[in-house]
């Protein structure tokens, strides 16, 4: 069965950075697409970032480009989100997500096959 544990998450101040990493067991990582997502309290899920099998196409939302890159180590099982200058606005649980559609880098939840439990990040002002 193909599990997903995130972890990095935490509180941090307005401007700061974190990383997030999300490591998968189970599966054949190198096949799956990776995605991140979060969701924020009374809002619904959205999409965060994404990356290919091969780590060569990227996707991200508008408004994490240029502050967010998602990265990914198929030798060691594991995708990253490496958030910078972090604004109170990026608060929210953030979900790591694997598809077997191992090209997808889109934003369609439905897409991916398996989620893990989430990490929360708390951005303070």
């Known amino acids: 069965q193909v599990q997903l544990v995130e972890s990095g998450g935490g509180l941090v101040q307005a401007g700061g950075s974190l990383r997030l990493s999300c490591e998968v067991s189970?599966?054949?990582?190198?096949?799956?697409?990776m995605g991140w997502f979060r969701q924020a309290p009374g809002k619904e899920r959205e999409f965060v970032a994404a990356?290919?099998?091969?780590?060569?196409?990227?996707d991200y939302t508008n408004s994490v480009k240029g502050r967010f890159t998602i990265s990914r180590d198929n030798a060691k099982n594991t995708v990253y989100l490496q958030m910078n200058s972090l604004k109170p606005e990026d608060t929210a649980v953030y979900y790591c997500?694997?598809?077997?559609?191992?090209?997808?880098?889109?934003?369609?939840?439905?897409?991916?096959?398996?989620w893990g439990q989430g990490t929360q990040v708390t951005v303070s002002s």
């Open positions: 997500a694997a598809s077997r559609a191992i090209y997808y880098t889109g934003s369609y939840y439905l897409k991916y096959d398996y």
């Open positions: 990356i290919s099998w091969s780590g060569r196409d990227t």
């Open positions: 189970g599966g054949t990582f190198s096949r799956y697409a």
